[in-house]
């Protein structure tokens, strides 16, 4: 394993830690598909992702890796109205842009401090969970 390696699972080890939970290799290998491919996966999706590199994982531990990834800091649930709850590793201040066509997911950044529209007086905000829907410009095109 290279130094960067070694960083990235003393970072993450270091997280676990911190929320109560111990660094395992199932918790790594599903932290690493949620990073590799940042498309705000279900955990069906991530569970199949998983299971390439390791095919042992079972769905329950996929299950139970999200919840303390979740739990930790290190990933946030992204809902969109009814459908599968997906993850995001992406803990900047963001929102979420959703095709209604094709269902990609994608990342815009926001200010921490950003106005992003009136607010009760007084009222600070801690984060934001934005989701805008339409077309992603590849769809646009096709209709």
């Known amino acids: ?6 960083k990235s699972n003393s970072g993450l080890s270091e997280r676990l830690n911190t929320g109560g939970f111990r660094f395992t290799p199932q918790r790594k290998q ?3 598909v949620l990073l590799h491919k ?4 279900t955990a069906e999706e991530v569970f199949i992702r998983a299971k390439k590199q390791m095919p042992e994982i079972s769905h329950a531990t996929v299950y139970n890796c999200l919840d303390a990834l ?3 800091g290190l990933v946030r649930l992204v809902q969109l109205e ?5 993850y995001c590793p992406n803990m900047e201040e963001h929102c979420h842009y959703y095709c209604d ?5 994608f990342d815009v950044a926001l200010a921490s401090d ?11 905000v801690d984060h934001y969970e934005i ?6 410009a590849d769809c646009a095109k096709k209709k």
């Open 131 to 136: 989701a805008v829907h339409g077309l992603c």
């Open 1 to 6: 394993m290279n130094a960067v390696g070694k």
């Open 114 to 124: 950003a106005a992003v529209g009136p607010r009760p007086r007084g009222f600070k």
């Open 38 to 41: 940042r498309d705000h996966p």
């Open 101 to 105: 066509e094709c269902g990609t997911v």
């Open 30 to 32: 599903v932290y690493d």
């Open 70 to 72: 979740v739990q930790c």
């Open 82 to 86: 009814r459908g599968a709850t997906r």
